[in-house]
């Protein structure tokens, strides 16, 4: 995208409805899955970053201390087909990764709206991961936040209906669980 193009989108919008197009473009890049944790996001993101970069260098630089769940994000990831995965040429045991097809697409959609790329990036969901207060935020819980955080003031059902046409009681759990969190106030 060309400069001038870039500084029309990044200005076009309020801080929230940025923050939601962000979202939105993660969610696309997750295989449409609004309950992706925001640590998957940022592993995604980090994979974009630094193409061909090894499951090890990535725990290494996010800090991240179980392999167990590590293998488990990378397995997710590729079963739903937003990575692959290279053997490394001089090392047959490393298996290289990268981002791939529409999820390059969506995370690229997404690297527009930060002048910094992907540490923007990284910053606004590490922003989002401490702010929610949970064990495991998803995508979901921060298009609630955001969503709030443009309009203002809003009912629980406009919240709810800013969300990605999920079960109901999905969305109504992820409303009740930032609630009790003391994230979002009901103002009734």
Known sequence: MDSIK????RA???????????????????ANDPSSSLKRALILTHIDESPGITQTEIMKELGIKSKTTMNREIEWLFNYGCIQRNQDRKDGRAIKLETCGYTK?????????FPKRHKGLQNFLNRYIKELRQDRPTLRDARLVSSLYDKGKATKADLI????????????????KLYDDGVIKDDR
């Open 161 to 176: 209906d800013s969300l990605y046409n999920g079960p109901a009681t999905t969305d109504n759990r992820a409303y009740k």
């Open 105 to 113: 697409r969506a995370i690229d959609s997404a690297l527009d709206y």
């Open 6 to 9: 870039l500084h029309a989108k």
């Open 12 to 30: 076009m919008h309020t801080r929230g409805q940025k923050s939601c197009l962000v979202i939105d473009h993660l969610v696309e890049a997750l």
